[in-house]
Nanobody, 123 residues
């Protein structure tokens, strides 16, 4: 059973930065990736960034590429999302998901989820 614990959300001004963390316990062999998603009320969960544990391959949606950086510390089973140059449209609840890196963009294929952390960006 994989358990994911997120931290690091909060309030930032436009142009500011926040860093999210996601610590995983009980990783399974097939869960070779970690991904960050975000969700607004009434909308579907949206892929933001993903990383493979072993090779460090990364993937981003276009709207955050160049502003957000996903990384991982395999020894700590922790993934991070450094968010710079934040915009009001980045406001959402951010979730980390554990699954196969090949399925990183598909929320329905994640094996486990954290409870989410709220990021609010004021203009």
């Amino acid at each position: 059973q994989v358990e994911l614990i997120e931290s690091g959300g909060g309030l930032a001004q436009a142009g500011g930065s926040l860093r999210l963390s996601c610590e995983a316990s009980g990783r399974t062999f097939s869960a070779d990736g970690m991904a960050w998603f975000r969700q607004d009320p009434g909308k579907e969960r949206e892929f933001v960034a993903g990383i493979s544990w072993d090779d460090g391959y990364v993937d981003y949606i276009d709207s955050v590429r160049g502003r957000f950086t996903i990384s991982r510390d395999s020894a700590k089973n922790t993934a991070y999302l450094q968010m710079n140059r934040l915009k009001p449209e980045d406001t959402a609840v951010y979730y980390c998901g554990s699954g196969a890196y090949a399925n990183r963009r598909s929320p329905r294929l994640m094996y486990a989820w954290g409870k989410g952390t709220l990021v609010t960006v004021s203009s």
